[in-house]
């Protein structure tokens, strides 16, 4: 008998465990209101108090009065103040616009409560006065007709394509656009036609990234921002020429990052004072262009011209920078031109007429002193050191026949000195 007692016992309790937490699922994403003052006079103020199981954003209306906030933050608990009308009585609504319970659960609805405002003769008398705040109490609460739809129902701008497409549940686009369009017209179109729009119109735009807010405020008070992501690219309007293709010459340079080891000086570029960098040692000038993919990157610049793309690669912990070879330099003694790889990277350089050199190759790089120069890179343990032209050796049958010269002119002079001498004796 006392066994089944026990058992009976913890079933009931396991039960009581389970409803209530059953219970309180229920109620986590709910909110309720709650007022300071039942009855107030003409004029007076009173606090409406806001609790949720959860967070988020409310809007706020009073009928017949006002209230200090139309749209509050509540996070478990706020408050805010309202000051009642002339007579009757004030109605406050509260109603969830963005908010969420703390089990993740959406709350929503309206809720509304109501104070009485008594009247003159009520504050002479204590019996009229509990008359009257019985019969507000007794009041029904008024519900707010006023219209809280705060969407647009479309958006449009007079250049370029919003991306995503426009839907009025997603409040935020990007716009891409060149320097060409110096303005932009954006227009919008609310929803409901009680609701008001700011935020349109012609807007002036420049390099670089900016936002444009579009704001609905519904009739209630209620509002909901759209926002436009415009970044405007830059499009060159003067080239310079590399080979067989055009270089557009860039003004907006804000963001663009150096080299490692330059600093910032101003070159003349077909007739333009262009923004460039040079090295420390001053062997190399770069600009930032943009070749006719729409690619920006670094170019060498030497006496006013492009002479070729500013590329660096890296040996041996060390960083090499990739030079042009000009004309002079293109004949070398042993070598042959060829192009070159060094891990990723081909280059032009050259490769030994020497077969059994076969695993070296010769390339132009400037090292991180600044120092313009020809290295030995060998392929199998991927090493790069100077390099050193061969000397030339004078073959032997030139010493021969040099020494052969010299002796015949030597011995020419002495016996032409012993004849002019046994001529004189004579």
Known sequence: MKKNFIKTSLCTLVLALFLSFHIVGVNAASFSVSRSKSSVSPGGSFTVSISAKGAGQFSVSASNGSVSSSSIWVDGSASVTCTAGSSGSTTVTVTAVDATGYDESPISGSKSISVSIQSASSNQSSSSSTSSQSQASTTPKKEDTRSKVNTLSSL????????????????????????EVESLEINAKATDSKAKVSGTGKKALKFGTQAFDITVTAENGSKKTYVINVNVEEKPTVFTQFGDQKLGILKNLSGVKAPNGYKSTNIQLEGQDVQAWTNEAGTMTVAYLMNEKGEKTFYVVEDGKVIGQYQTITVLSKEYTLLTIPDSMKQQDGLKSSKVKIGDVEIEGWSFEDEKLHNYSVVYLMNEAGEKGLYVYEGTEGTLQKYTEPTKETPTMTYILIGTTTIFALGCAVLGYMLYSSKKKG
Not at 160 to 179: A, E, I, Q, V
């Open 156 to 179: 449009t701008v007079s250049s370029g394509t919003l991306s995503p497409k426009f839907s009025s549940n997603k409040t935020s686009y990007t716009l891409n656009l060149t320097s």
